[in-house]
């Protein structure tokens, strides 16, 4: 089955603590992107990546961090610098770079403890 | 920067009956994309409209673009009980490299 998988489905986070999100895909794709969705609100763009080894900040990338050293896979950590990191959080991806028909994950629910 | 805002926010009708939502967005852009989430899911890509085109049909979607206005509208005819999610309008504004989501319109059919 080809996709994109997001795990895990909750996390909760200390305060002060980093925390990884994984997003794998098997579409080979080489557009992936990270969003941030808070409740009753739009996708908000973190950062994206159109090749491996290469990333761009989005809209509000600060407390956050990513890598893209493969092509099947963009991994986000939430920094303990991301202040109010509860929401819900999108990984995508797209067959190229003129960003057209996105391909999402199930998501990844974050939660401040 | 909020590209597109859909209108309304959350809209309820009766099985059956068509459902119009739309998108106003402020720059100019190379395409119009509607994307559908069910509640605690991804976004599944509907329909893709060039800024060339004025209309595109799928299935029961019918998507308009009217440039002159930027804005754009999306319309679900006969509507299930199945079409009760979230509608949300992506803008790829041109020079800008990436795409903007609208806040979305919050879909409820009656049965």
């Known amino acids: 089955d080809g996709g994109i998988t997001q795990s895990p489905k909750y996390l909760f986070r200390k305060e002060g603590q980093n925390v990884t999100l994984s997003c794998e895909q098997n579409l080979n794709h080489d557009a992936m992107y990270w969003y941030r969705q808070d409740p009753g609100q739009g996708l908000r763009l973190i950062y994206y990546?159109?090749?491996?080894?290469?990333?761009q900040k989005g809209d509000i990338a600060e407390g956050y961090s990513v890598s893209r050293e493969k092509k099947e896979s963009f991994p986000l950590t939430v920094t303990s610098a991301q202040k109010n990191p509860t929401a819900f959080y999108l990984c995508a991806s797209s067959t190229d770079r003129k960003h057209e028909k996105l391909f999402f994950g199930s998501g990844t629910q974050l939660s401040v403890l | 920067s909020q590209q597109g805002e859909e209108d309304p926010q959350a809209l309820s009708i009766q099985e059956g009956e068509n459902a119009t939502m739309n998108c106003s967005y402020k720059?100019?852009?190379?395409?119009l994309q509607w994307y559908r989430q069910n509640s605690g899911r991804g976004l599944v890509h509907l329909i893709l409209?060039?800024?060339?085109?004025r209309e595109k049909h799928s299935g029961r979607l019918r998507v308009t673009l009217d440039t002159s206005k930027k804005s754009s509208s999306l319309l679900i005819t006969a509507s299930r009980a199945a079409d009760t999610a979230s509608y949300f309008c992506?803008?790829?504004?041109?020079?800008?490299?990436?795409?903007?989501f609208g806040k979305g319109t919050r879909l409820h059919i009656l049965p």
């Open positions: 409209i060039r800024s060339n085109e």
């Open positions: 720059t100019s852009i190379n395409n």
């Open positions: 992506a803008t790829d504004a041109i020079g800008d490299d990436k795409i903007i």
């Open positions: 990546s159109q090749i491996v080894n290469d990333f």
